[in-house]
């Protein structure tokens, strides 16, 4: 028999045996604004998100993504703008009407209840009778891998099992979408990486809308279907965790997304850019002749040569060694490249650089530029620090 594709919103795919399916856009955001006295915290978004999208906004303190997620849920009303579910303006319907459960960094679990009640607390508001409740618990339970844990008290759960019982309070009564507000925080770093991908199999098994707000790049990258890049109220960006990391659209996401070398640089003509005082092989096309670029180069994506080899040459200034690489801050035409080698080199040496053209991404100039990239700051800081220990031995 063979074997169709469902096709996932944003180019991620399922394979199932069944018709292929475009899932529909179950939450829209339609030139939603807001302002909190005088300042300007989401200035006019668009959003589409669709049915079984795990999607994640992801961006600094302050961007917006917050305030986006408690509009979806009726906790903040929007100045301007729609909200739309399932085609439906729900501007004015209260959270307690919509199909949506939101889970806070914060559990907010009742420490008067044991996990069952916690767990059930939902289905007793709404007279579901007790077969159906120990039934739909007992699912719950074995979803968040916390059977047995009925009876104990909240209170004395670990941080892991206190988020696995608010979560399954919260998808209960199926809820169309789940909001996710930064709920890892709170762990430590391997509980929040067991529980990153925790949520990631819920969601695949429950096929429900997950909408997830963080600050961390990696935890973005790792389990969404679907990254939305804000910063300053805006969406830079939307695009699979792939597309986001190669393809970044402007010199904000190119540097909040893993580290960037990002230079100025010129498009001499398609496939063919000039930055750093060499000319270089690109993919990129589409561009004016002679129109100023950013350039972005990831640091794994830079080869360490011998001075003569390279196409660029400069001057080692800091070695740290991070475990499975060392970051290697090179001075290159008063710009300090940063580059990821497991090849140690010693600081103060002349070495050269050697770039793919499919290691170059060429973007257009936007307001973010020649605000990123050059990590002068960086080691000028590292020497400091170097200084101090020295003045201090």
């Not at 988020?163 to 925080?185: S, T």
């Not at 001075?307 to 040459?313: A, H, N, Q, R, S």
């Not at 973007?363 to 170097?386: A, H, P, T, W």
Request: proline letters at 4%; a negative charge; glycine letters at 6%.
């Amino acid at each position: 028999m063979n074997e169709k594709k469902i096709i996932e919103p944003k180019g991620v795919t399922f394979v199932d045996n069944s018709e292929e399916v475009q899932y529909k856009k179950i939450v829209q955001l339609k030139n939603v604004a807001k302002s909190f006295d005088g300042e300007i915290i989401l200035d006019h978004i668009n959003l589409d998100v669709h049915e079984k999208e795990f999607m994640t906004l992801l961006g600094p303190s302050g961007c917006g993504k917050t305030t986006t997620l408690r509009i979806i849920a009726g906790f903040v009303t929007p100045d301007t703008g729609d909200v739309m579910f399932d085609d439906v303006k729900i501007n004015d319907v209260p959270p307690y009407k919509r199909h949506v459960n939101t889970v806070f960094q914060k559990y907010a679990l009742f420490p008067h209840l044991n996990v069952y009640e916690n767990i059930a607390f939902a289905l007793r508001l709404n007279k579901v009778s007790e077969e159906e409740i120990y039934k739909r618990v007992e699912e719950m339970l074995a979803m968040v891998n916390l059977r047995g844990f009925e009876k104990r008290d909240v209170n004395l759960l670990s941080g892991g099992q206190q988020q696995r019982v608010a979560i399954a309070r919260a998808l209960i009564n199926n809820p169309k979408v789940l909001l996710l507000d930064e709920p890892l925080g709170a762990l430590d770093l391997k509980l929040r990486k067991d529980m990153q991908n925790e949520l990631k199999n819920i969601q695949r098994r429950t096929g429900i809308t997950f909408i997830y707000v963080t600050h961390d790049q990696e935890e973005a990258l790792s389990m969404s279907d679907t990254v939305v890049v804000m910063a300053d109220g805006k969406i830079q960006q939307i695009g699979t965790p792939t597309d986001i990391y190669n393809e970044p659209q402007n010199a904000f996401v190119a540097d909040f997304i893993g580290e960037s070398n990002i230079i100025d640089g010129v498009m001499l003509d398609d496939y063919r850019v000039r930055f750093s005082g060499h000319e270089f092989e690109c993919l990129d096309k589409g561009f004016d002749k002679n129109e100023p670029v950013d350039v972005v180069v990831r640091p794994e994506d830079v080869d360490v040569v011998e001075e003569g080899k390279g196409m660029l040459v400069g001057t080692v200034t800091s070695v740290t060694f991070k475990g499975v690489h060392y970051e290697i801050i090179v001075s290159i035409k008063d710009f300090k490249w940063m580059i990821q080698s497991t090849d140690y080199v010693e600081p103060n040496k002349k070495i050269g650089i050697y770039i793919e053209p499919d290691a170059i991404h060429i973007m257009k100039k936007s307001e973010y530029s020649n605000m990123f990239g050059d990590y002068s700051s960086f080691s000028d800081e590292l020497e400091r620090l170097s200084d101090t220990t020295e003045e201090d031995e």
